[in-house]
């Protein structure tokens, strides 16, 4: 079974910093391009940040300078470090995977558009 474990949500006040944890668990072989999603309340979801297996990242205007997003390719796993909250950074944020290979029944098999459950990330003013 292969999924998505998030962690690192909370309360915060604005100004201040979090780190969100997402790592994949399975019998993982490679995964490619990993992210960050959030949800706000009554609004839709929208791409925070996303970084290759080669380590480029590309960030969402709002969150440019701001937020960092590093990837731990051993470990299968994908950061983001939160800085400068602000109160509209108030969410639901979700790790995605693009796509991973990994061993079934060993054989390698491909999963795409994979998602974690959530981690709730509030900033109060």
């Known amino acids: 079974q292969v999924q998505l474990v998030e962690s690192g949500g909370g309360l915060v006040q604005a100004g201040g910093s979090l780190r969100l944890s997402c790592a994949a668990s399975?019998?993982?072989?490679?995964?490619?391009?990993m992210g960050w999603y959030r949800q706000a309340p009554g609004k839709q979801l929208e791409l925070v940040a996303t970084?290759?297996?080669?380590?480029?990242?590309d960030y969402a205007d709002s969150v440019k300078g701001r937020f960092t997003i590093s990837r731990d390719n051993a470990d299968h796993a994908v950061y983001l470090h939160m800085n400068s909250l602000k109160t509209e950074d108030t969410a639901v944020y979700y790790c995605n995977v693009d796509q991973l290979l990994y061993y079934k029944d060993s054989k390698l098999d491909q999963k795409y558009k994979v998602w974690g459950q959530g981690t709730q990330v509030t900033v109060s003013s």
């Open positions: 970084i290759t297996g080669g380590h480029n990242p």
């Open positions: 399975g019998r993982i072989f490679s995964i490619n391009a």
